[in-house]
């Protein structure tokens, strides 16, 4: 597996983001799709649930398609209609609020093509010298790219912490996690994207980045009593410039932990003394990195990168090795933990923004203490972690904040059953402390209500942004979920 030059892989990733209305029943069905367009009560539930669980429109119809064709066809059928209706491809359906739905339309179940292919929709192609390269179609799971990849001693570099979701639909959004800051986010490491437009055709796009891999990880966990070495210590890794930049981790995020965090990961003789750490400061803030490796000096480069780092609570570094695999699918066990207590297909009212660097502990003192803590948010999953403007592609729909070279992601990420009113009420709370305050974030993975808050999310951005959605979906086929055209 180890290699004596970098390799090089590349996706080639297949998605449709697709949806149909009422005015399906006013158009013959082509016999080619007659076998695998459902209307049953079962199909229809289906589609119109979402790992939200909290907007549920049923769409007319669900196409299981067998091959792309079907797609195209389906596509077809409503682009050269006086009534269009629309379609909306559904994957894993992970997102929050609907996005993935088509009110009265057609849902496209990227599932059932997994047959598509003879059986595989993820082809590992190349050689050492010239590069690999994997021909991923956008309907399968990044851990099942991940098996595949590490059979040839290979992996991507750009990851989102849950890998059991789609290719196309991490693509759509960017894709991120503590391995953006060094590689971009995901969309940015594809060599090539074809894509089905709103008018049936298909249209090819490219881009290029490299990648490697190593044999296990270092995981580790520092924590800090005050958010401003938190904060400092996070972009003192993530630096391009300095002593710090040459033992960068390969990934790094940040947490909050507060009175009800699990503390699963810590072992269980150092429980009271974390606790009784949070207890003094209310919240204790956590840097997470990880190093990949396939060589003996891991410690050394562990012990230069703790080096470097100022502000920790001595005593407060928790460290263990896991294989690279079960790195990358951690929250696949939190997962399995949380389905067997009934927590998993609940409401999910997340809510995730970028914030100026110049801003962030306007947020700490605002949102993380005078809301989360002072209201008793103290189960809240919170994430914090800088990203670098330079690593993302301003060419793309992406949005990030204006100006500033270092920009952090922040994540409430909360479940609830029969109160998540009130964690979305909170999170309003939050977007308005935000606005109030001047901060100039943006929504990522976001909602909005109105066209205008959209024409306001995509800043100077939305004049291309609505010229290719006229170029390629000019009848505004795709995705209603998003709720941008077809609000």
């Not at 149909?20 to 799709?33: D, F, H, N, R």
């Not at 960068?248 to 507060?258: A, F, H, I």
């Amino acid at each position: 597996m180890t290699t004596s030059s970098p390799i090089a892989i590349y996706f080639i990733a297949l998605f449709v983001a697709s949806s149909i209305t009422s005015t399906m029943l006013a158009i013959s069905v082509p016999p080619e799709l007659t076998d695998n367009l459902h209307t049953d009560p079962g199909a229809i539930k289906l589609a119109s649930i979402d790992y939200g669980r909290i907007i549920n429109e049923k769409p007319f119809a669900v196409l299981y398609p067998s091959s792309l064709d079907d797609i195209r066809t389906l596509i077809n059928l409503s682009y050269s209609s006086s009534f269009p209706y629309t379609i909306a491809a559904k994957g894993q359906a992970h997102s929050t609020w609907g996005q993935a739905q088509a009110n009265k339309g057609v849902v496209v179940q990227m599932s059932s093509l997994n047959s598509f292919r003879n059986g595989t929709g993820i082809l590992i192609s190349g050689d050492r010298s010239s590069g690999f390269y994997a021909d991923v179609g956008g309907e399968q799971l990044w851990i099942d790219v991940l098996n595949a990849t590490l059979a040839w001693g290979l992996s991507p570099v750009s990851w989102t912490d849950y890998l059991y979701l789609t290719i196309g639909g991490t693509l759509s959004n960017a894709g991120i996690s503590g391995q953006t800051y060094r590689k971009g986010p995901q969309i940015t490491n594809v060599l090539e994207l074809d894509v089905l437009t709103g008018k049936g055709e298909f249209v090819t796009c490219t881009s290029q980045k490299d990648t490697e891999l190593f044999y296990a990880v270092k995981w580790l966990r520092i924590l800090y009593s005050d958010f401003s070495s938190f904060s400092t210590d996070q972009e003192t890794l993530i630096s391009t410039t300095g002593p710090s930049h040459k033992v960068k981790p390969d990934y790094l995020e940040g947490q909050l932990l507060m009175s009800q965090s699990p503390l699963d990961f810590y072992p269980q003789s150092q429980h009271q003394k974390i606790t009784s750490l949070i207890n003094q400061y209310g919240i204790v803030y956590l840097i997470e990195v990880a190093t990949y490796y396939d060589n003996k000096n891991e410690d050394k480069r562990v012990k230069q990168m703790l080096k470097s780092l100022k502000g920790f609570v001595h005593g407060f570094v928790f460290e263990k090795d896991v294989t690279y695999l079960e790195f990358l699918n951690r929250v696949h066990d939190e997962e399995i933990v949380l389905r067997k207590k009934g927590l998993w297909d609940i409401p999910h009212p997340w809510l995730n923004i970028f914030i100026p660097r110049s801003r962030i502990t306007d947020l700490d003192n605002g949102a993380f203490r005078n809301i989360l803590l002072k209201r008793n948010f103290t189960s809240s999953t919170v994430l914090v972690y800088p990203l670098l403007r330079s690593k993302w592609d301003e060419r793309m729909s992406a949005v990030i904040p204006d100006e500033e070279d270092v920009f952090y992601v922040v994540g409430f990420l909360d479940a609830g059953a029969d109160d998540w009113e009130t964690f979305d009420n909170r999170n309003k709370d939050i977007l308005q402390f935000c606005v109030n305050g001047g901060i100039k974030f943006k929504q990522y993975l976001g909602h909005h209500a109105t066209k205008e808050e959209w024409i306001n999310h995509f800043g100077s951005k939305w004049n291309t942004f609505q010229q290719r959605k006229a170029r390629f979906d000019p009848k505004m086929i795709l995705s209603p979920g998003q709720r941008i055209f077809n609000n």
